[in-house]
């Protein structure tokens, strides 16, 4: 990402900071001018729904105001103190600071009256582990000559080996590397790529054409992101995977891949130890892809606009070989997601699920040059969402009518190293996905003061919106689209970890509309806390909080799940959406 006060401290951008920049962006445009797996092979066990089917309408009014849905501010306001204290370390996960966050949870949740959300366990173990190349003994190859890793390109493997090969490779161009059966779209059709390498652009055919009637115009897909590209590349038997950066539809600059890509890469310890990924990923450097290009008699410009028109054939780029020589250095580590449920009284193995990461970024607590120690306490991002579930989930516990359905709240880790702990989530559910009805996604709550708007990230995904919408209205709220849709935000934060499994995920917050200054008070409010405070130790509760939009916030989340927790609903995905036929497949109609 451009902005610098948007790279994490060890590189790579925040999955939460996206959606800040989503916000920031819309408020000073408006002042202006007045971040796993394919969605076409997602999970899809299926258990006979015992209620509504999917694809009904949902009824926006119904079970809305079931039980009070209070949010105790004193608790919240203890709650968000004690998890950014300096006591807590910053929260990072598999250090003295993430075990006593855990405990924390735990204790929160018992004492609300939670029943341990993983069988008899409070707690999900999520194994870690980080593969560190050494660039001065790696080298990446093209016909023999190496490419300067970081300025040129960055490669990693998703392998847990210590080191990797591959051998004089043969290059394929495949455009944007996407198999998208619902949009007739096959960038392999015809080539066997088995061994071989795969060179690809990022984002997808939509945004370099900007017609709304190929992909989703210039709105990003999941098909777009450069996680499903390598996948993909995968599925297909690739030896290497290479995304080509270009800065527009990357929506960043390569200084952050540089940056996000190197040094220690932390993923989850798979059972197959990576087996199933191509050996080597990498990003590539427009201007070296333009050198490989040429080097083949290609031309780049021609071919890349040809990629995004149906019916493009890969390419090959003839006499042109990869080899690669990585050296790792591994570590093996597990930390944790933290769980409960709120038993339903009718439907108790169906869920609404709120989710929030407790992790951040950890530190230490010497003095720096400020005089402020440097422990990264996170209480925006993500002691605010943190405490947020378990308040909102508290309402629930607190009411005399028990819900429905069951609400399950999830605390996950390692968001800050690439949503790990929800991905983990997702890929071994502790409930089966076919039965958690919707989920919301809360994190990086800014304590603003009240607005006039919801900004939702990824508008138009499903029908929980219309929920929200109905809500928000009855409050005296508008809903305010994603500004930026075709960067993809709506990909870049945990709840996507569960979309792409088909589970309908809302991804909201307070608004930049202020009801006092309006937009442009919006705009110098986020950009405060960008600057100031985002991912560093400056982020630390104050008591002179504003606490009332948070509070009306977290109360229309709590209406949202009443809305569905009260009722036999089924919300779906948005017709045209990538993961619905996950979800249908997941709840097929009676």
Known sequence: MAIQSKVKKHGRPSKSGYRILAIIGAALGLAACGGGDDPATGNTDSQAPASTETAAPVDTNAGAAAGNG??????????????SSDAFAGRAPVTEGGYKTRAFLIDEMKAIGLMPGNGDSYEQAVPLVEVTVDPAASALTINGITLEYGPQAVYWTKRVEETIAVQDSEMVFVGYGIVAPEYDWNDYAGVDVTGKTVVMLVND??????????????????????????????????????????????????????????GPQLDLERPDGGAGRVAVEAWLH?????????????????????????????????????????????????????????????????????????DHLGGGDAATSTGRDNIFNGAVDNATGTAGILSVVEAFAKNETQPDRSILVVGVTAEESGLLGSAYLAEDPIVPLSQIVAGINIDAMLPTPPSKDLIVVGYGASQVEDILEGIATARGKYLRP????????????????????????????????????????????????????????ADEYSDDWDMGTLIDTLSIFYEVGATLAY??????????????????????AP
């Open 482 to 537: 994603d500004p930026e849709p075709e960067k993809g935000y709506f990909y870049r934060s945990d709840h996507i970890s569960l979309a792409k499994k088909g589970v309908p995920m809302l991804y909201a917050d307070a608004g930049i509309d202020f009801i006092d200054g309006g937009t442009d008070a919006g705009a110098a409010f986020q950009a405060d806390y960008a600057a100031n405070r985002y991912h560093k130790p």
């Open 567 to 588: 009722s036999d609903q089924w919300p779906n995905w948005y017709e045209g959406n990538e993961f619905r036929a996950i979800r249908d497949a997941q709840r097929p």
């Open 205 to 262: 055919p939509g945004f370099a054409t900007q017609d709304k009637a190929v992909f989703n115009g210039n709105a990003m897909t999941y098909y777009g992101r450069w996680t499903n590209k390598y996948e993909e590349a995968a599925r297909q038997g690739a030896a290497a995977a290479i995304v080509i950066h270009q800065a527009k539809p990357a929506a960043y600059g390569w200084g952050v891949v540089e940056g996000s890509w190197s």
């Open 70 to 83: 209070i949010i105790d501010e004193a608790v919240l306001r203890q709650r968000i103190k004690t998890l």
């Open 286 to 358: 427009e201007d070296e892809a333009r050198a490989l290009f040429a080097a083949a008699s290609l031309d780049f410009d021609r071919l890349t606009k040809s990629a995004s028109a149906p019916g493009f054939a890969p390419v090959a780029i003839t006499g042109q070989t990869l080899s690669a020589n990585l050296t790792n250095t591994i570590k093996k580590s597990v930390s944790a997601n933290v769980a409960g449920i709120l038993p339903g009284a009718t439907y108790p193995d169906e869920y609404v699920l709120y989710m929030g990461h407790w």
